[in-house]
């Protein structure tokens, strides 16, 4: 997805630094069709991808999700981005169960989608194509460094591969190259979000543009997008882990057929399963990206990206393509620092109230019904003292946890 205000959050606004990340987020948001044409042109190949996003509110969840399009459509008119707010029930291909239709919609037309398995393909036979490019296919065990720089890349069956500057990029495994290598810097933590898409054929019911709810709590919420004339992608689950995992939990998989059958399109009862996509969000300790140059003078980092790597990427791209060849950008990330320690941003009582928002969100998500008495009272007041209590264990006395990192710091993977 090429998304920027759909990733809005209802606390986004409220954090400078949020709103930071909102910014570098939204650079991205122009480039795409041009480069896009670009790629084709070049690699003289179809790279399926459209614009126009509808966002929808619907009762999937609980009511942080119309906090999240709420604070969406009043950043919509804050920036003065394009947008319409439309009649749910003429999105095209939505047609969603009775008690899960929405009851609000808005069109975001610079919103959009992309097929990123042909975008890669065809970003590769340009590569390929370039007398300057060699590809080592291969894995990167370690890096070695001599007298304050690194000087080789080792791999596991090609030996040892050198250049003049190196640029770590291996995503969520960044930490364990980096344990790996003894560079003698002390980077934060880069965790694995385990995510996982399903990929449909749709044939006559396969969507024309993009159709997503806001955020949900813990990830991204629910989205579809069409990836060719006949498929459908829907997504998207997240699970954090410490190590790498290679396949994905079944309840994800059952939340998200059950989601979209039920909030998205009723007639996907019928749709061909083709593949169960699983990807790793490289997700730093506190959230942020790291991009930039270290103090290691010929070593350069880009992962964090977490959740919206791919739409930042022209941006990240021409930052760290400044960094190697004119030594500096006109870009200002300082933010993203890869050396920088762990940005404790979040104000420990927003951040405590943010947990019990989201982990009762996705109680939602996950088939919760209370019962009807005073039961979500109580369970808020129960997660409000678990929540404060992990705050006091690790520390956190004058910072918050980020959401999504509970059970980080919960099992002691970040100190
Ligand atoms: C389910 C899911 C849905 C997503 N949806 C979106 C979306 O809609 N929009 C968006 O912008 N982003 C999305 N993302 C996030 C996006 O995929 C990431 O932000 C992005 O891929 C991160 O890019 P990266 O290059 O840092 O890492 P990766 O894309 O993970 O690439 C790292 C590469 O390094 C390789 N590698 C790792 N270790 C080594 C090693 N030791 N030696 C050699 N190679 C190595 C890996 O094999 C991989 O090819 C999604 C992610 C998931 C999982």
């Not at 920027?4 to 987020?25: H, L, M, Q, R, W």
């Not at 040892?160 to 560079?183: K, M, P, W, Y």
């Not at 990206?289 to 791919?310: E, H, Q, Y």
Request: glycine share 6%.
């Amino acid at each position: 997805m090429f998304n920027s205000f759909c990733e809005i959050d209802a606390g986004t606004f409220g954090n400078p630094v949020e709103v930071e990340k909102f910014e570098f987020n939204r650079l991205a948001n122009g480039r795409w069709p041009g480069l896009l044409e670009r790629i084709r042109a070049d690699a003289g190949a179809n790279v399926s991808a459209g614009f126009g996003t509808y966002l929808i509110n619907n009762s999937g969840s609980d009511t942080l999700e119309d906090e999240n399009f709420d604070q969406i459509l009043a950043a919509l008119h804050r920036y003065e981005e394009p947008f319409e707010e439309v009649n749910p029930r003429e999105i095209p291909h939505y047609r969603p169960e009775a008690r899960h239709r929405a009851s609000r919609a808005l069109y975001i037309p610079r919103e959009g989608w992309v097929n990123p398995i042909e975008l890669i393909e065809a970003l590769s036979t340009i590569l390929a194509r370039s007398p300057n490019v060699r590809f080592v296919d291969d894995i990167c065990v370690r890096l070695s460094q001599k007298a304050g720089r690194v000087t080789a890349a080792w791999t596991e069956h090609s030996g040892e591969v050198t250049a003049e500057q190196f640029l770590v990029c291996n995503g969520a495994s960044f930490s364990s190259l980096v344990d790996a290598s003894n560079l003698g810097i002390d980077f934060q933590r880069v965790f694995y979000g385990v995510g996982a898409t399903v990929l449909l054929e749709t044939g006559i019911e396969t969507l024309s543009n993009c159709i997503r709810t806001p955020n949900r709590g813990l990830a991204c919420g629910l989205y579809s997008a069409p990836q060719s004339s006949h498929e459908t992608v829907v997504g998207a689950s997240n699970f954090i882990s410490p190590g790498p995992t290679l396949h994905v939990r079944l309840t994800s998989i059952y939340t998200i057929l059950r989601s979209i059958m039920e909030q998205l399109n009723q007639a996907y009862y019928r749709a061909e399963l083709i593949r169960i996509n699983v990807g790793w969000r490289p997700t730093s300790s506190d959230t942020l990206p790291m991009l930039g140059a270290t103090s290691i003078a010929n070593l350069f980092v880009a992962t964090g990206t977490k959740r919206d790597g791919l739409h930042c990427s022209p941006v990240i791209a021409e930052f760290i393509a400044d960094l190697l060849v004119e030594g500096k950008s006109a870009y200002q990330f300082e933010l993203f620092n890869p050396e920088r320690k762990l940005n404790r941003y979040l104000p420990r009582d927003a951040a405590i109230a943010t947990l019990v928002r989201h982990t009762m969100n996705a109680a939602y998500q996950h088939d919760f019904v209370p019962a009807k008495n005073r039961m979500s009272e109580d369970l808020e007041a129960y997660y409000t003292m678990e929540f404060t209590k992990l705050h006091d264990d690790v520390g956190a006395l004058t910072w918050g946890i980020p959401a999504e990192l509970k059970d980080m710091y919960r099992y002691g993977h970040i100190k």
